[in-house]
């Protein structure tokens, strides 16, 4: 039976294990998922090696360790906030600008933290990469699933393509997130807001829905 002291280094252990994947999801989003080390992130945290790779093991469940942290805190950022909006045009504006709220304001350092990583692993098969490919496949999946709600509530046209509308909105929100951090402005969030409100009122059986406005 674990007595006090192993609570307590059981405690110690997953406090060390959150404050080392803060850091390392703030590294990542800038440096990339190569940048993180067990020695930097104990120097920058203060902790001994040995402490760190107990909580991983590895470089590469470090890596993983830390994509997976991201999608929780991606998660948390964009899609809980709008969970409780009907279904409807409504509801896809709002993910989006979710999205856009995200990426504005740096909850990840370098902005968009998938946008980062997934350039660096994209051309090398392994399991960072399925892990990447698999957040990204949620995300499309959830702008598909919002638009596909939004189409059998009326709001969507019933010959919309789906899948080409998710991939538009996904490529300008995307691509607002690059030129913004690139260029340290806020011109490219508001030149993707005008155009996600364009795509979708495309599509839209009313472009004057007030969801729209």
Not at 34 to 50: F, P, Q, Y
Not at 155 to 181: C, H, I, K, M, Y
Request: glycine fraction near 8%; include cysteine; hydrophobic fraction near 45%.
């Amino acid at each position: 039976m674990a007595g006090p002291t192993t609570d307590r280094r059981l405690l110690r252990g997953e406090e060390t294990r959150r404050a080392v994947l803060r850091r390392a999801v703030e590294i990542a989003s800038v440096e990339g998922l190569e940048a993180l080390s067990i020695g930097r992130l104990a120097t920058d945290l203060g902790l001994s090696k040995s402490g760190v790779f107990a909580g991983f093991g590895s470089k590469e469940e470090l890596q993983l360790a830390t994509v997976r942290a991201a999608r929780r805190i991606f998660a948390d950022a964009v899609v809980a906030p709008v969970a409780d909006t009907p279904p409807g045009l409504a509801h896809a504006r709002a993910l989006c600008e979710s999205w856009l709220a995200y990426s504005r304001a740096r909850i990840f350092p370098g902005g968009c933290f998938f946008y980062e990583v997934t350039a660096e692993f994209d051309a090398r098969p392994g399991t960072i990469r399925d892990a990447l490919a698999a957040c990204s496949r949620e995300w499309h999946e959830t702008v598909t699933a919002t638009l596909a709600e939004a189409r059998a509530t009326g709001g969507l046209r019933p010959d919309t393509d789906l899948g080409d509308l998710a991939f538009a909105l996904v490529s300008v929100l995307e691509t607002a997130n690059s030129q913004a951090v690139l260029h340290e402005e806020d011109t490219p969030y508001q030149r993707a807001e005008r155009l996600l409100l364009r795509l979708l009122r495309a599509e839209a059986t009313d472009p004057a829905d007030p969801a729209l406005a």
